[in-house]
Each structure stands twice: as C-alpha cells, then as structure tokens.
C-alpha cells in the first residue's frame, strides 16, 4: 500500500530513536537490536486492525508484515468485533477506521478506552473532519489514510 501525503495528528506523540550507533530503538519490538554495544530482545508492539473493508485489513496487514517490530493478532470488519478482540487477543494498539458497520469508530474508541485505557487507540480514516470527534473520544492518535507508511509506523511504536 502506498501513501503520499501525511496528515498526523497525536496526543504526546514522541518517536525515541538513537541513531548514533545506527539502530533505532523503541520500548517495544522482538527483533535484537545493539544499543551501547549489548544486545537487547524486546516484544513486539501487538496490533488490531478495524475496518470494514476487507481490502484495506489485507492491505494494512500486508505493510505491517514489513516491520519485526509489529505483530498484527486480529482484524475486525466493526466495532463490536473490534471491542470482542481486543478482550480476546490484547493488543497494544488498535488501528480503527471511524464509519463502519454495527458499531462505529467512535464508539468503540470509548469503549476500548473506558475498559482498557493502556491500549493505544489510532484513528485510520479518509475524513479529516472527524478529528475533533476522534480525539474527544479518546483516541491517542488521528492519521488519514492517505499518509506515508512512516508515519503510520511511528504511531504505531509511539510511546
């Protein structure tokens, strides 16, 4: 999937990187990486995809397969399947599409959020307008669809 423009928006968004040894570290991520000359094995960021559009799910699969630093353990075509994963599989990040059937973006980003404040809710969508609304409802970070995989990634293993 490719993406040309970036729009980001995230609260406390901070992306660690040291590259003064040519690696990039993050708090998450299972592959080994050298810092200060040891090796470190770490956990991978553990992601859920939500959206109802099974050609975007595969898509976004497909580019987080590119990264050992992310593991996708679902993908939900709603909210209510998203709210049923992430009590089954515990993500640490959800990635969620607002208009979907069932039950909305929105509305699973509160729930998700009054259950398990700890995982990271990441508003994917087309619409720019819903921002505001995203943000009110808890979301940790808005991204449209149409930005660069980087920025997606750096949201994703965002701290």
């Known amino acids: 999937m490719l993406w040309d423009d970036l729009a980001f928006v ?3 968004f901070s992306h660690s990187s040291d590259d003064s040894q ?3 570290c993050y708090d998450k991520g299972v592959s080994e990486t050298e810092k200060g000359g040891r090796r ?3 956990l991978q960021t553990r992601v859920l995809i939500a959206d109802d559009q099974q050609p975007v799910r595969e898509g976004l699969r497909s580019l987080l397969a590119l990264s050992s630093q992310v593991e996708v353990v679902g993908e939900a075509a709603d ?3 998203a709210l049923h994963l992430v009590a089954e599989r515990h993500p640490d990040v959800v990635l969620m599409d607002i208009q ?3 039950l909305d973006g929105l509305e ?3 729930r998700i959020k009054g259950q398990w404040p700890e995982v990271r809710v990441i508003i994917l969508t087309m619409y720019a307008r819903y921002r505001t609304k995203a943000l009110a ?3 940790d970070a808005f991204l449209l669809k149409g930005c660069v995989s980087e920025a997606l990634q750096d949201a994703i293993l965002a701290r």
Do not use: I, N, W
């Open 79 to 81: 909210g209510q399947d």
């Open 22 to 24: 040519g690696t990039s």
């Open 108 to 110: 699973a980003t509160r």
């Open 40 to 42: 470190q094995l770490a």
């Open 10 to 12: 995230e609260r406390g």
């Open 100 to 102: 979907m059937p069932v």
């Open 137 to 139: 409802a808890g979301a």
